[in-house]
């Protein structure tokens, strides 16, 4: 073990930990100065082609053991949704995008088709205790033209929230300033379609959210240990995603900041006993003769052990702060008991979970309530967190990845660099 003795080593080891962590995809300080818009579009657009790919052919498998009339027994059958009153209502809003908007023109998002097919793939596991009902809230102006959609009705059950007639309308003469009150509007039809079907939790997906293979499990784990634990605060929603950008110890968020103290409080108490277990001690003769002398000793190891604690706990803080906290939470994929359930931060509603109730209240308040550019459906349900105290928690690491490079919010392409953050 390499022991920090003096400010020089200390200043030393922070410049090669830092340097270090521009070789990691992911870091904060990589992203910052090395980061490239278009070779990471690219990336996203080769990413995206390859998991239409895959997906398409779980669909199509899924298609095929539907259609066989007698299939044989097999854990790869599909898992039998509960059509009423399931535990977990699941709903994945969706609408069609401005294709004419990205370039190249032989882009296909199907972000719907992808978060399907991971989600019929993870419902298919005999091994969850809770049952589910999975449906698609298409809130297309335009539903029968909304062909991605209309190819996965005969596998998942389909809500409409608008009509042929009522399509007729275009949303491309809808102005910016409808657009957001639409999205509400969009956002609290799926909500109470989900929770008229008799179900404990409403969760609602965007399309262009992708769920990690842990999702169901952790879900489960955090309704049976946080949710329903006996004698806590009722929950109003859990967030299962929150931007991998805003997860950095650069936040108002209390607890993260508690995180990095412990963090480097613990690890660096570690580290400098190690080092003072290995340091040379002095030799036992040398204070045979006096007592003073042998005080002189223990105080001085006293104090260059306070001291490489110091310093060890300062370089642990840089080398957290390099790394990233985004990155440094992706250990808790470990166990699912590892996961993180914290109050939630501000921001987005790709992947919330609603209590019957809370959903309610959250209905109730946005239908009471003017949505615009600046106060979006998630202000809104935020703002209502903050007035009444409601309790809402967001689980960490995050369980989705977000893979939209089109908003449906702006009608336009999202910068690489924020999809991929």
């Not at 992203?31 to 690219?42: E, K």
């Not at 002095?282 to 223990?298: T, V």
């Not at 985004?326 to 979970?353: D, G």
Request: hydrophobic fraction near 40%; glycine fraction near 6%; charge should be neutral.
């Amino acid at each position: 073990m390499i022991c920090l003795r003096s400010t020089a080593q200390f200043l030393l080891a922070s410049f090669l930990i830092v340097a270090l962590t521009l070789l990691i995809p992911g870091s904060p300080l990589r992203r910052h100065l090395l980061a490239d818009a278009d070779a990471t579009r690219d990336v996203i657009l080769r990413d995206n082609e390859l998991r239409i790919q895959a997906s398409q052919a779980v669909l199509d498998a899924y298609k095929a053991q539907l259609s066989s009339p007698k299939p044989k027994p097999s854990s790869s059958n599909p898992r039998p949704l509960v059509e009423y009153g399931a535990d977990v209502g699941l709903t994945v809003l969706t609408m069609s995008r401005g294709l004419h908007l990205v370039k190249p023109v032989t882009y296909r998002t199907h972000y719907l088709t992808q978060s399907v097919a991971r989600l019929l793939t993870l419902l298919n596991d005999t091994s969850l205790t809770l049952t589910y009902r999975l449906t698609i809230c298409n809130v297309d102006e335009r539903p029968d033209e909304f062909t991605e959609a209309q190819e996965l009705e005969v596998l998942v059950p389909t809500t409409k929230r608008f009509g042929a007639i009522v399509g007729e309308a275009g949303s491309s003469r809808r102005t910016k300033a409808t657009r957001w009150e639409k999205l509400k509007h969009d956002y609290v039809y799926c909500l109470q379609d989900t929770l008229a079907r008799g179900v404990r939790y409403a969760f609602l997906v965007e399309d262009d959210a992708l769920a990690h293979d842990h999702l169901l499990h952790v879900l489960e784990h955090v309704l049976r240990t946080v949710v329903e634990a006996p004698k806590t605060p009722s929950v109003t929603y859990v967030k299962f995603f929150h931007p991998q950008r805003l997860l950095g110890y650069y936040s108002l968020e209390v607890e993260r900041l508690s995180e990095l103290l412990a963090l480097s409080l613990t690890l660096g108490a570690a580290l400098a006993l190690g080092c003072s277990c290995r340091a040379p001690h002095r030799g036992q003769g040398d204070s045979a003769g006096s007592s003073d002398g042998g005080g002189d000793n223990r105080s001085t190891e006293r104090r260059q052990l306070w001291l490489s604690w110091a310093w060890w706990t300062a370089l642990v803080a840089v080398a957290a702060l390099a790394v990233g906290r985004e990155n440094l939470l992706e250990l808790r994929r470990l166990s699912i008991q590892l996961y993180q359930v914290t109050p939630t931060p501000s921001c987005c509603t790709p992947a919330m979970l609603f209590t019957k109730q809370g959903g309610q209240e959250i209905i109730d308040h946005l239908l009471s309530v003017t949505c615009t550019s600046s106060q979006s459906t998630d202000f809104w349900i935020d703002e209502f967190r903050r007035q009444t105290g409601a309790r809402a928690l967001l689980v960490q690491p995050n369980l989705f990845t977000h893979i939209g490079l089109v908003s449906t919010l702006r009608d336009s392409e999202v910068n690489p660099l924020v999809v991929a953050r």
